[in-house]
């Protein structure tokens, strides 16, 4: 999305839920004057006439999108979704195509008459708006990220509100005057669940660099994380405003590396070495300056980095892309279709947990235990021991790389072909464990 200067505002991801209307976020629109989508295997980018739909109460939005040529996704029923079920959030984050995370429904929240559907699958802010489907691939939910408290809160608006949207739809509404209109205040669902996911990182301390008299438009600024967990690829425009009041320049930083959890990094950028005198003259821009996180990449289990910033695997190659980079080519390691990606995670898991099962069987046992991480833990890669805030003990039974928790996170133990995984909430990846005296 863009503002009325062709300057990028956010980024989401979206999904056609009938003959040229695509669902997304009410926030990933907010303050935009135009806009453009592109569809996952094309490269031209589709004009966005407007919207034909809107609920600000759940952050829904309903946009007219020219020469759209996909199917729409089959709706699911999100009133027959529990605690424990298996999920995929989809999205196309940085110009990806068709990337997903699964997780599960780790909590269904009661706000008033309203509901929301809580998943563990993690949700980078350029993943925001798109699809939550269910192991039969019909949609139960749209994927929203909030920031609050330093954690990263991942949610599924339950599609049963989208589809009373997409059943009455209305004229379109020109893009400027629809974004407009939302500033309006109206109560949602998320003003108690924190502000939008790109507020877990902050831009702070821009300063020019003075080597002697000479200077030619470098600065230093700080990116710091607020989240509990590591971040990297953070983009960021920033825009430079006179003493009138109007922008005289932009500047991007795009920073590949991970930042850890609660720390800042100085990374460095450049513009017009005139924009020192246009904004003050001093060591810092004396005038309005604003900044824009517009993505970052959330460092989980299944990432190629630790917390620790080591690499896991060998990265995908090549810069990180800008903001209006094309997308590149879905067959990239790392990368996978989400029509391929249930059958080979269904078959992978269902042969490893028969072969749990015969060495750790979960028996007679509870479908599903919830309960929270108690403290320390012993051992290290495939031998950890977990104890539970329930008074349980579990261990790990798996290969898995192990985190060390810096607070107590939820955790999940569910029944799976005869034996018991684990998924901690906030972490992507899952281990199987067995319950020991």
């Given at each position: 999305?863009?503002?009325?200067?062709?300057?990028?505002?956010?980024?989401?991801?979206?999904?056609v839920?009938?003959?040229?209307?695509?669902?997304?976020?009410?926030?990933?629109i907010?303050?935009?004057?135009?806009?453009?989508a592109?569809?996952?295997?094309?490269?031209?980018?589709?004009?966005?006439k407007?919207?034909?739909?809107?609920?600000?109460?759940?952050?829904v939005?309903?946009?007219?999108?020219?020469?759209?040529?996909?199917?729409?996704?089959?709706?699911?029923?999100?009133?027959?979704?529990?605690?424990?079920?298996?999920?995929y959030?989809?999205?196309?984050?940085?110009?990806?195509?068709?990337?997903?995370?699964a997780?599960?429904i780790?909590?269904?929240?009661?706000i008033?008459?309203d509901?929301?559907?809580?998943?563990?699958?993690?949700?980078?802010?350029?993943?925001?708006?798109?699809?939550?489907?269910?192991?039969?691939?019909?949609?139960?939910?749209?994927?929203?990220?909030?920031f609050s408290?330093?954690?990263n809160?991942?949610?599924?608006?339950?599609?049963?509100?989208?589809?009373?949207?997409?059943?009455?739809?209305?004229?379109?509404?020109?893009?400027g005057?629809?974004?407009?209109?939302?500033?309006?205040?109206?109560?949602?669902?998320?003003?108690?669940?924190?502000?939008?996911s790109?507020?877990?990182?902050?831009?702070?301390?821009?300063?020019?660099?003075?080597?002697?008299?000479?200077?030619?438009?470098e600065?230093?600024?700080s990116?710091?994380?607020?989240?509990?967990?590591?971040?990297?690829n953070?983009?960021?425009?920033?825009v430079?405003?006179?003493?009138?009041?109007?922008?005289?320049?932009?500047?991007?930083?795009?920073y590949?590396?991970?930042?850890?959890?609660?720390?800042?990094?100085?990374?460095?950028?450049?513009?017009?070495?005139?924009?020192?005198?246009?904004?003050?003259n001093?060591?810092?821009?004396?005038t309005?300056?604003?900044?824009?996180?517009?993505?970052?990449?959330?460092?989980t289990?299944?990432?190629t980095?630790?917390?620790?910033?080591?690499?896991?695997?060998?990265p995908?190659p090549?810069?990180?892309?800008?903001?209006?980079?094309?997308?590149q080519?879905?067959?990239?390691?790392?990368?996978?279709?989400?029509?391929?990606?249930?059958?080979?995670?269904?078959?992978i898991?269902?042969?490893?947990?028969e072969?749990?099962?015969?060495?750790?069987?979960?028996?007679?046992?509870?479908?599903?235990?919830?309960?929270?991480?108690?403290g320390?833990?012993?051992?290290?890669?495939?031998?950890?021991?977990?104890?539970?805030?329930?008074?349980?003990?579990?261990?790990?039974?798996?290969?898995?790389?192990t985190?060390?928790?810096?607070?107590?996170?939820?955790?999940?133990i569910?029944?799976?072909n005869?034996?018991?995984?684990?998924?901690?909430?906030?972490?992507?990846?899952?281990?199987?464990?067995?319950?020991?005296?």
């Amino acid at each position: 999305m863009e503002d009325s200067k062709g300057q990028p505002l956010a980024m989401g991801s979206g999904f056609v839920v009938k003959d040229g209307v695509i669902a997304t976020n009410l926030h990933v629109i907010e303050g935009a004057s135009q806009g453009y989508a592109k569809q996952a295997d094309r490269k031209e980018r589709l004009s966005i006439k407007g919207t034909v739909g809107i609920d600000a109460a759940r952050d829904v939005v309903l946009l007219s999108v020219e020469d759209v040529k996909a199917d729409a996704l089959p709706m699911g029923d999100s009133k027959q979704v529990a605690v424990g079920d298996e999920i995929y959030a989809v999205g196309n984050p940085r110009g990806l195509e068709g990337t997903f995370s699964a997780g599960i429904i780790s909590s269904i929240r009661r706000i008033g008459d309203d509901s929301l559907l809580q998943i563990t699958a993690p949700i980078s802010p350029g993943s925001s708006g798109g699809p939550v489907v269910n192991s039969k691939g019909e949609v139960i939910g749209v994927a929203a990220a909030t920031f609050s408290g330093g954690q990263n809160l991942n949610f599924a608006i339950p599609s049963e509100y989208l589809s009373a949207l997409a059943s009455a739809t209305t004229p379109t509404v020109p893009l400027g005057k629809a974004a407009a209109g939302t500033k309006q205040k109206v109560k949602s669902l998320f003003d108690d669940l924190g502000g939008r996911s790109t507020g877990g990182v902050k831009v702070e301390q821009l300063l020019w660099d003075l080597p002697g008299n000479a200077f030619n438009g470098e600065f230093s600024l700080s990116l710091r994380n607020e989240l509990r967990e590591p971040v990297r690829n953070v983009s960021c425009l920033l825009v430079f405003y006179g003493r009138d009041g109007q922008p005289v320049e932009t500047g991007t930083i795009q920073y590949k590396g991970t930042i850890a959890a609660g720390l800042a990094k100085r990374v460095r950028g450049n513009v017009d070495g005139s924009v020192k005198k246009l904004t003050g003259n001093g060591d810092s821009p004396q005038t309005k300056l604003e900044f824009r996180i517009l993505y970052f990449d959330l460092v989980t289990g299944d990432d190629t980095q630790d917390g620790r910033g080591n690499e896991l695997i060998t990265p995908i190659p090549g810069e990180t892309p800008d903001p209006t980079a094309e997308p590149q080519q879905s067959d990239r390691p790392g990368v996978v279709r989400p029509q391929d990606a249930e059958e080979a995670l269904r078959k992978i898991e269902k042969e490893l947990a028969e072969a749990v099962a015969k060495i750790a069987p979960a028996g007679n046992g509870p479908d599903l235990i919830e309960s929270k991480i108690d403290g320390e833990f012993s051992g290290w890669d495939g031998e950890t021991i977990f104890k539970l805030s329930n008074g349980q003990i579990w261990q790990q039974v798996t290969y898995g790389y192990t985190y060390r928790y810096a607070y107590s996170p939820k955790v999940f133990i569910i029944k799976t072909n005869g034996a018991y995984k684990m998924k901690v909430d906030g972490v992507s990846s899952t281990i199987f464990v067995k319950q020991i005296k």
